[in-house]
């Protein structure tokens, strides 16, 4: 039986009257890169905070590493790390005070939450701004540095709220890099994108919500013959063909807006 | 393709705009709440609007009757500087300009020199100096209508040059307070303005014989400032001189004229699309040593890490820690040359030595809670950190309350010594029933503050001060738990006096200090449930982007 690093059963939630995400049952090996994809207002992000502990779910269940998150919120956040949709950054901390409080928010005793901020800061290209406030920093900076706090803790679970973008390619290159390298140790990440390529290079496995539901699920090959049987070209479908098949928003599809033509 | 559309529909747009907003606030109970008690608050000053106006008006009827223009153009300073410097004081300095939000729509320029002085119009402030200009006009007319003729466009040109001296003064901050630093540079001059002012009274006491000449002089010029000069229009009026009432209101024109190519050449370069974002500059690279964070023996390591972000928040915020020397300063002025002063005197706000220490302690405790009822309102961005790292909500309220008592202490200690070496030694029963009772007061604001920091939060902005209150119910709250200190204290006090001994009301304060420890810890012990259940709305209001 394979290790499963992330699992809901059931997980629901409900804005009103609005049910924003529908009976998701979602299954995560360990040490699996694992893209989480959908449409706008699909249901992703509500998702990644619920199995964050950001957002109560409704109704469901979430095991991370096989602990029950409603059960022992401390015990599953203490083995994950976050970068979610707003960074998290206190930004009025220069980029080394939040990378210590942020390690020692997560129980790194004081002086290796130094060394790791070191050697993140480095490793980021942000050693040469120690000095300056978070709130000056450009987006990609922000980015990168909320990258550095949700690793610092060496997390077994990491979760990337869209974490290329707005990151310039040589930043995302650094990221990507660091990215394989916990995979290659048997960390899990879980992230969403609406890069599709950038899904389709990093990830191993995916699964597609939309409108609320989870649609689609597995590794990428699986998805890809999935969806090449339905199809009589043959042709070896992208992850975004295979996306807008499943997701029914075939260009073609879309009508012509009259006052454009 | 389309054209933009006519003044008057891009004019009703942004005012349907400003409509849906305000409805759609009332959708949340908490929205709903926050404008009963906005209404409550509002009748209580608009009660103080009224009356004022009355008073202006009778007092513009006998200005006239009695032929007294000295006391029309005192009544005229005063709408004139309420005018001018009370939007500063209650919503501070701010770098936004709202219409400039509405430049990336088709906005034509007349649109939009409009919408800036709507926003100057339809502020309560202008309404309230509008409507005591016309209980003044009122009073004149009823005194001599003839004045009538005159009054009325000198009152126009007055407010019509308030108006634009109010925008023109607005449009050149905001363009000065563009960027963070000048923001926060200019909000600490602007506070240490608000300190300055408490010196004036003891020092014009001191040296205002010294400064009698200089007075004269400045009326003198005051002449030809425009509250005299709408005075000299009316007056010259009335006494057959119309040429003379037409050279003076030409003055005032003159002045309106200035003022409005001044706020013109603003709202021009604002239209153009001068970009007044927190531009970056260059930095120089700097390669600094990284340091370990603190670590205090026996305190968790968390709520250390906890309290060390607090308090270099704190201290990145010049307006806030300005705010905590207040009343310092205060003391200071209060108490200057009071020091074997054989028979104290009854001043603004103490009665004689003995109670200056309980004073400043009162004062002391009044900033604090300010900062303990609404205690994550600096959190923001980085809120969702204490969601997703392995710590209880405890912690983090651990630290504020430790922040704040910590800070509370300093200054109580500094008041305590100010008093001694200003005024002389207060006596020991005294130190000792204030300290008594600061305890206890102290335990409950933190356990009330606790509390109605995660029902009400309110995000704030560091470095600026405008529209920046805590939430309506929060205040509210606030102002209940310090009406039942007082309460309670005065009770206690005069009980154990009636009772022949104060130490009564010490073991009192002592008790309930007591009762209340247990209290806080119980809510302590919730904090860390009621932030999980809650943590959606938290998150919501306080990492909301701007």
Not at chain 1, 147 to 168: S, Y
Not at chain 2, 371 to 387: E, H, K, M, T, V
Not at chain 2, 444 to 451: I, K, M
Request: net charge positive; aromatic share 10%.
């Amino acid at each position: 039986m394979t290790d499963l690093a992330v699992e809901t059963n059931g997980l629901s939630r409900r804005f009103g009257e609005l049910e924003a995400v529908r009976k998701v049952n979602l299954r995560v090996e360990a040490g699996q890169f694992f893209g989480f994809l959908g449409p706008n207002g699909a249901g992703k992000s509500t998702t990644i905070k619920m199995l964050t502990g950001m957002l109560e779910p409704t109704a469901g269940q979430i095991r991370i590493l096989g602990l029950d998150l409603a059960k022992d919120p401390i015990g599953v956040k203490s083995q994950i790390g976050v970068v979610p949709e707003g960074l998290a950054l206190f930004d009025r901390l220069t980029g080394p005070e939040y990378l210590i409080f942020a390690g020692r928010m997560y129980g790194l005793d004081r002086v290796t939450a130094a060394e790791r901020t070191r050697e993140l800061l480095d490793f980021m290209g942000l050693a040469d701004r120690t000095k300056s406030l978070i709130v000056d920093y450009s987006h990609g900076m922000k980015k990168k540095l909320a990258m550095a706090a949700a690793v610092i803790h060496g997390p077994k679970v990491l979760f990337l709220d869209e974490p290329f973008e707005g990151v310039d390619a040589i930043a995302a290159g650094t990221l990507k890099a660091m990215l394989n390298r916990m995979i290659a140790r048997g960390a899990t990440i879980f992230l969403t994108s609406h890069v599709l390529e950038i899904v389709e290079r990093l990830c191993s496995h995916v699964a597609i919500i939309d409108r609320g539901e989870l649609v689609a699920q597995g590794s990428i090959d699986e998805l890809r013959s999935g969806v090449s049987a339905r199809r009589e070209d043959g042709q070896k479908l992208s992850l975004e063909q295979i996306f807008l098949e499943i997701v029914g928003g075939e260009p073609a599809a879309v009508p012509e807006l009259s006052w454009l033509e | 393709m389309t054209s933009a559309p006519d003044r008057s529909t891009q004019l009703f747009l942004v005012g349907w705009l400003r409509w849906r907003l305000f409805v759609n606030r009332l959708r949340t109970s908490t929205g709903k709440l926050n404008l009963a008690v906005q209404i409550i608050t509002s009748a209580g000053m608009g009660l103080g609007v009224l009356g004022f106006g009355f008073a202006l008006g009778l007092g513009s009827w006998y200005a006239i009757s009695k032929a007294k223009p000295a006391l029309l153009t005192t009544e005229l300073w005063l709408v004139f500087l309420f005018w001018l410097f009370f939007p500063l004081v209650v919503s501070g300095f701010g770098a936004e300009s709202d219409p400039v939000s509405l430049l990336r729509f088709p906005l034509r320029y007349s649109t939009f020199v409009l919408l800036a002085l709507a926003h100057g119009v339809f502020d309560p402030v202008a309404a309230a100096c509008l409507y005591w200009l016309a209980t003044m006009l009122l009073g004149i007319a009823v005194a001599s209508f003839g004045a009538l003729a005159w009054a009325i466009p000198a009152f126009a040109g007055l407010a019509l040059l308030n108006l634009l001296l109010n925008r023109a003064i607005y449009a050149w901050l905001s363009r000065w307070m563009a960027e963070r630093r000048t923001r926060e540079i200019l909000g600490a001059m602007g506070i240490l303005l608000a300190i300055s002012g408490q010196f004036i009274g003891p020092l014009t006491r001191r040296y205002g014989h010294l400064a009698l000449p200089w007075v004269s002089r400045i009326v003198l010029a005051a002449r030809f400032l425009p509250p005299a000069i709408a005075v000299s229009t009316i007056a010259a009026g009335r006494g057959g001189s119309g040429g003379k009432a037409c050279a003076e209101f030409a003055g005032l024109l003159i002045y309106s004229g200035i003022l409005g190519w001044l706020l013109a050449v603003r709202l021009r370069a604002e239209y153009r699309g001068e970009n007044l974002s927190e531009a970056r500059r260059p930095s120089v690279e700097v390669h600094a040593p990284v340091r370990a964070g603190w670590s205090v023996t026996g305190v968790s390591p968390i709520v250390v890490a906890l309290f060390e972000k607090d308090l270099r928040y704190l201290l990145r915020n010049i307006m806030g820690y300005l705010t905590l020397l207040m009343p310092v300063v205060v003391i200071v002025v209060a108490t200057m040359g009071r020091r074997g002063s054989p028979h104290p005197k009854v001043t603004g706000f103490m009665l004689g030595p003995s109670t200056y220490f309980p004073m400043g302690v009162a004062y002391v405790l009044l900033t604090i809670v300010g900062l303990a009822f609404n205690s994550l309102a600096y959190d923001g961005p980085g809120l969702p950190l204490l969601f997703v790292a392995p710590i209880g909500f405890r912690d983090v309220m651990v630290a504020k309350n430790l922040l704040h008592s910590m800070i509370l202490v300093a200054e109580v200690i500094l008041v305590f010594v100010l008093v001694q070496f200003a005024a002389g030694p207060t006596p020991s029963r005294v130190v000792g029933l204030t300290l008594a009772g600061a305890l206890w007061a102290l335990l409950l604001n933190l356990t009330a503050g606790n509390l109605i920091s995660l029902y009400f939060p309110r995000k704030m902005k560091l470095g600026q001060m405008r529209r920046q209150h805590a939430s309506g119910l929060a205040m509210l709250g606030s102002l209940g738990v310090q009406a039942f200190v007082a309460g309670v204290a005065a009770a206690l006090y005069f009980l154990s006096r009636w009772a022949g001994n104060t130490a009564w009301c010490g073991i009192g304060f002592l008790g309930l200090a007591g009762i209340t420890w247990l209290a806080y810890r119980r809510v302590l012990n919730l904090v860390t449930g009621i932030a999980w259940k809650r943590r959606e709305a938290l998150l919501a209001e306080l990492s909301r982007p701007d």
